[in-house]
């Protein structure tokens, strides 16, 4: 590993490989009876991604129906209050359903489609992706089941109603830690039950191949609008990247364009929940090491015997032990740096944009916030940050008072 | 040399019977109730063990089999105990067929290399591995296979003929035949698909074929059995452990027994089969 990161390839951005793999990460850990559909998944999306089709589809729908390009605002009383660079925001909780989740979902469901597919499942911890899910699901008018932990259900709730309202059966999960990695187990669990018409929308960019690069190549128009964007405002690129991180979709997504552009330094914001030194956190890279779960190797929180643990985090979009594995590849490359902010610190975040900028954040690009307080007074001024604004945080509200002791 | 799975299938076919494979997750409820167990399966019937090496996040079996992992990992099983229990066995018992049936993750952090010295050095016989299908071969497969293992691959009702090829390659010992599309414990397959589905896996393969999932009551093994070279019965003995612990969380004294009499009449239910 390190005599890999001594010798930097000549582009990140060429994987997988034809096996799904980046470097030993990702792969097609799955039971026999999805591997055929997941054949099946790879060849339909390989065909999809050449076909023009395709390409006018989604930008339609992206245009006229998710509401992009996104905005990047330049966040001026934010970079003059905190002294130091400027900070960017890429503004994708303005996309319809309120964060960058719909930017996957519609990119899977209009292959769904294609695949001739008639009916859709799908895994959701915070409930945006859920959300998402459900709101394609009603534009093409598809049945959709959403699995979601119990405890998520719990503190998501405006969440769960707009699915419901959006047509959607939402499935509590009470399993394990009944959270997000519950939830995935399930919804594998009702795929392999029902292959022959069931497609299932992975929320994240991980999974078995080819989800970990399907769902980047949906997410990229983030970081392929900021890279345009950027240019016309500044001239110029970015000094850094920062993007919260649960299984990282958003953040491969802003950071994937960027990938060969080695001035550009990217850092990658992982939950730090009650602290990594506590143990009680969902900083897979930072705390944990390399296993299989969910289809893919990458860097997982487990224990000496290989056991999953869970994942502890006032998000519950980043509450998972796992993280997608080309985020694992690009940190054993050392090419994007990994951090973490705790629960406090995403708190302090959250409260502080809404006043400084008049921008409620979720609590998932909330850690990338807090991240960025950090950096930018340590940036002269002329630096630039992009920070991933991933979500918007009506979703949080309740959440939150109830850590801050208000009732609603 | 063949193994000891290839000479238990070589006697049941003189036997003229199909026979019985039994599921037991290794440490539920606890250590020692699973080692009495276990111990006692021959006597009970089984022809063939399969022992789960319990995963926190088991994503293609049934709320059964994962309540099982749940309680063992509760109790303290790890790796190293599951291969003791083995150890144990095989002290005993020279001529039954081990099977570590499981997920990869516990294997891959235990390390393979070790993984492969130790399974073989405590008696172990094959490996069902659920999340590495043949894409994954290099991974555990090959490496099994050159230290002597057997490596059981399953084949499901989704591997059409044109895949079937690339299932059967590197798979040794038997082939497990998934008889429905989804996890264990759920829905049981009918006798007209398996029999079409076995006559389809002896067209391409000469290796035994054991059905499984969905199989609980002697009847429905004693169907199984007459079609196929052998029944996998998993989560229908599992519950009968379930069923006999407390509300306090510790198991009954009728634990092993229980489990045990249901295994004794589910292999009089194979052995009467094909008189
Ligand atoms: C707004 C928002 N950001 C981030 C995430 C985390 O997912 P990812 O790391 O895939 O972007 C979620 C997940 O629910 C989310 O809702």
Redesign the interface.
């Known amino acids: 590993m390190s005599i890999a990161a001594a010798t930097p390839p000549n582009s990140y951005r060429t994987g997988p490989d034809e ?1 799904g793999r980046f470097g030993i990460f990702g ?11 997941i054949l099946e998944v790879e060849a339909a999306y390989n065909a999809a991604k050449i076909d023009p089709k395709f390409a006018q589809e989604m930008d339609y729908y992206r245009t006229h129906y998710i509401g992009r390009p996104s905005p990047l605002y330049f966040a001026e009383r934010l970079s003059r209050e905190l002294g130091g660079a400027k900070i960017y925001m890429k503004r994708d909780e303005l996309n319809h359903t309120g964060s960058h989740k719909i930017n996957n979902c519609m990119g899977q469901i209009l292959l769904a489609k294609r695949m001739g597919k008639t009916r859709i499942i799908a895994e959701t911890g915070a409930g945006q992706h859920g959300v998402a899910t459900a709101t394609v699901c009603a534009l093409f008018n598809l049945p959709c089941t959403v699995y979601m932990g119990a405890t998520d259900i719990a503190r998501q709730q405006p969440n769960v109603f707009r699915m419901k309202l959006l047509g959607a059966e939402v499935i509590p999960v009470h ?2 830690t009944a959270t997000l ?2 939830a995935m ?1 399930e919804a ?2 009702d795929w ?5 018409n069931t497609f299932y929308i992975i929320g994240t960019a991980a999974g078995p191949h080819p989800y970990p690069s399907m769902v980047r190549d949906f997410q990229s128009i983030i970081g392929v609008e900021a890279k345009a964007q950027m240019l016309e405002a500044e001239g110029r690129l970015p000094d850094t990247l920062v993007a919260c991180i649960g299984g990282g979709s958003n953040a491969i997504g802003l950071f994937h364009p960027f990938l060969d552009d080695r001035d550009v330094e990217i850092i990658g914001v992982e939950a730090g929940g009650d602290g990594v030194e506590t143990g009680r956190h969902a900083a897979s890279l930072t705390g944990g090491r390399p ?5 893919n ?1 990458t860097y ?1 929180l ?1 224990d ?5 643990i869970d994942a502890h985090s006032i998000s519950a979009g980043l509450d998972y032990p796992g993280i997608g594995p080309e985020h694992s590849w690009l940190h054993e490359m050392k090419r994007v740096k990994y951090v973490s902010a705790t629960d406090l610190e995403a708190l302090d975040a959250f409260q502080m944009l809404a006043k400084v900028e008049g921008i409620i954040p979720a609590l998932e690009p909330a850690h990338a916030l807090a991240y960025v307080q950090k950096l930018a007074p340590t940036r002269p001024k002329d630096n630039i940050i992009i920070m991933n604004l991933c979500g918007r945080g009506d979703k949080d509200i309740f959440a939150v008072a109830e850590r801050l002791g208000t009732k609603l | 040399m063949s193994t000891r799975i290839e000479r238990r299938f070589a006697e049941l076919k003189v036997a003229k019977r199909g026979g019985l494979v039994v599921f037991v997750t290794a440490g539920d409820p606890t250590y020692e109730v699973s080692r009495d167990i276990i111990l006692s399966l021959p006597n009970a019937g089984a022809d063939v063990i399969e022992i789960g090496m319990p995963f926190t996040d088991p994503m293609a079996d049934g709320p059964a089999i994962q309540a099982s992992s749940l309680r063992a990992l509760k109790n303290g099983q790890n790796m190293p105990k599951t291969l003791n229990l083995v150890r144990e066995f095989r002290a005993k018992d020279q001529n039954t067929p081990i099977v570590l049936m499981g997920y990869y993750n516990p294997i891959y952090s235990y390390g393979v290399d070790k993984f492969l010295k130790d399974a073989n050095a405590a008696g172990v016989d094959g490996l069902i591995v659920v999340d590495l299908p043949p894409e994954e071969d290099s991974e555990l497969c090959l490496p099994a296979l050159k230290a002597g293992l057997n490596f059981i691959r399953l084949a499901t009702p989704t591997t059409d003929d044109k895949r079937l090829p690339t299932v059967l390659n590197n798979t040794s010992g038997f082939v497990y035949y998934v008889s429905i599309m989804g996890i264990t414990g759920t829905r049981a397959a009918s006798d007209v698909d398996i029999t079409a589905a076995v006559g389809r896996l002896k067209r391409h393969t000469d290796l035994p074929i054991a059905v499984g999932f969905g199989i609980s009551t002697p009847e429905r093994a004693a169907a199984v059995a007459k079609v196929a070279d052998a029944a996998v019965v998993g989560s229908a003995v599992v519950n009968k452990i379930a069923a006999e612990i407390g509300a306090d969380g510790k198991p009954g004294p009728r634990a092993a027994q229980a489990a045990l009499d249901l295994v004794k009449s589910l292999a009089a239910g194979v052995r009467a089969a094909r008189v």
């Open positions: 096996h792969g097609r850990f799955v039971a026999e009876t999805l591997m055929p559909l399993s394990g990695k519950d187990n594998l669990r392999v039950a029902n292959v022959e296993g299989v779960l969910h289809g190797r997982l487990q000496d015997d290989g056991q999953i």
